[in-house]
């Protein structure tokens, strides 16, 4: 089995599904639940590059790609991922939305031609994400340490779970020649799109943090907790960074 090359970087996408240009506590203190912090912020710095030098020149070459056609990939992979979110909904009792996440999913398969647009939308039917670690923290499921690995970014033990079982669920993953291999394409579609259409945000944030791990790591939780919520918190000043965090 061969990995295609792009999906190395496009994992680090997880890092910045969260950041914001604030400045945070950066003391390791017991407060922060950050027991291997000297590892993560080697993990950080290894990420970043990766960025600087394979992701952001994808990034800045994918939108090259005429925007008609990046905005039908993205409908396209939005809709077969629907089941993800539809799955969560239903396992948190959330019965009005999951009616809206199933009524988009015909919609957009029939009339939006197998997804690749979104007349759900223009009908009133907006879309939302939901994956398991929100679903764990809706049943009050703690995150865990904070833990930031190479090429996932971070990655809290509720929140690591809830991926695994969410890559289950994840009709992406059944693509291809095994599991592995749809998971690659799932995130490299996903990766490659969020970090185009945020270049210009993610430089903002990474210039006005006076310690840009400590940014990532303080909203990373502020952005869990509002998704756990499904936005109602007191978190009114989150950047919006669009599907960064849906890989």
Sequence with gaps: ??????????????????CAGSQTNTTGLASDNDPYEGFNRQMFAFNM???????????????????????SVRNLRNNLISPVTLSNDAIQGSWSRAGI?????VINSTIGILGLFDPAT??????????????????G????????LPLLGPAPP??????????AF????YMGDNRL????????????????????????????????YASVRSLYRQNRKSEIANGDTDLDDLPDLGDLDEF
């Design 49 to 71: 590059s990766l960025d600087r030098n394979v992701l952001k020149p994808v990034a800045r070459g994918y939108l090259s790609v005429p925007v008609p056609v990046r905005n």
């Design 101 to 105: 996440t199933a009524s988009r999913l």
């Design 181 to 212: 291999e749809g998971s690659v394409l799932s995130f490299s579609v996903g990766g490659v799109d969020a970090r185009a259409n945020s270049l210009g945000v993610i430089d903002e944030i990474e210039r006005s943090s006076v310690d840009f």
């Design 122 to 139: 223009a009908l009133g039917l907006p879309r939302h994400t939901e994956d398991f670690g929100q679903t764990l923290g809706v049943y």
């Design 158 to 167: 509720r929140d690591m779970g809830g991926l695994i079982i969410d890559t």
């Design 141 to 148: 499921v703690s995150e865990g340490v904070y833990i930031y």
């Design 170 to 173: 994840n009709p992406i993953t």
């Design 1 to 18: 089995m061969m990995i295609k090359p792009i999906f190395l970087p496009v994992f680090l996408l997880l890092t910045l599904g969260a």
